[in-house]
């Protein structure tokens, strides 16, 4: 299924969440997973220091910087050290840690392009107190990768009763078989909603011809309400424990003057989110 697992870690609790769902699947489907901390280049090299001007006068962080690094050398040491004790007390046998230097998502983008699935948490430690529960490296990288995402959440074991959010655009076929593959491996049961009218009861019908083949239980309904809300009422109604979903199928244009349905059900649901592009 997943043969190769990218871990995003910044020591955030958030993260904490993605490697522990990624190390249980590990464990699970016997991958390779794989810790990766960047140390952001913005935050060592950018101004937080000169703003201390008014209070020193002229200040600059330059001179700090070598201590900086090493503290935040340091610190990704440590978080990429636990990742691979967790490793070993979930019984994840394939596990590999690193520490790189540059601006987080490019990084991490790049790291992703060898891997099946990317784990993140929705929020990292520089978030910050904004409304939105996505953070704005998480954010950045769901628009531009081109593999498979892992959204932390409430998770207390490995999911076996995923939802796909379905509507028959390119990215909902792709989070489909997705699904499809993953209930196949866990041994789960895979349950499918649809947000329409009831003149879009075809689209679960293109939904049953793909899984029809498929050697597994699955169920599907029809919901009349905004694609944010029919997901929270089936994640509730089958008490499902992770979704499956698309991503800004609409274009990004149209996102951003009307806004994405991908960022709704992101910031409603609260299971672990496959995001596939």
């Known amino acids: 299924m997943f043969e190769r697992i990218l871990v995003a870690l910044d020591g955030s609790e958030e993260a904490q969440k993605a490697a522990a769902l990624a190390l249980r699947l590990g464990a699970r489907l016997g ?54 004790q967790d490793g070993e007390q979930a019984g994840c046998g394939r596990v590999e840690r690193y520490v790189e230097i540059g601006v987080a998502e490019e990084v991490i983008l790049a790291w992703a392009e060898s891997a099946d699935l990317l784990a993140m948490g929705r929020r990292g430690e520089h978030a910050g107190f904004g409304r939105h529960s996505l953070g704005a490296t998480t954010w950045r990288v769901l628009h531009r990768v081109r593999h498979p995402v892992l ?21 909902a076929s792709r989070a489909l078989d997705l699904a499809a593959r993953y209930t196949a491996a866990v041994g789960g049961e895979l349950r499918v909603v649809h947000a329409g009218e009831e003149s879009a009861d075809g689209v679960l019908d293109a939904a049953g011809q793909v899984l029809s083949d498929r050697d597994l239980e699955w169920e599907a309904v029809r919901l009349d309400a905004e694609p944010a809300a029919a997901v929270q009422e089936a994640l509730s109604r089958w008490e499902a424990d992770a979704l499956f979903m698309g991503a800004f199928g609409r274009g990004r244009i149209r996102d951003f003057l009307f806004g994405s349905h991908t960022a709704a059900i992101l910031e409603l649901a609260d299971v672990p989110v496959f995001v596939a592009r």
Not at 42 to 71: C, D, I, N
Not at 151 to 171: I, K, M, N
């Open 31 to 84: 991958s390779q997973v794989t810790g990766l901390s960047v140390i952001d280049a913005r935050v060592v090299e950018g101004p937080p220091v000169e703003t201390l001007a008014p209070l020193w006068g002229e200040v600059t962080g330059r001179p700090f910087q070598p201590e900086v690094m090493r503290a935040y050398r340091e610190r990704a040491d440590r978080i990429v050290e636990r990742f691979c």
């Open 151 to 171: 959204v932390a959440g409430a998770a207390s074991g490995t999911p076996l009763r995923p939802l796909v959010a379905y509507d028959a655009s390119e990215g």
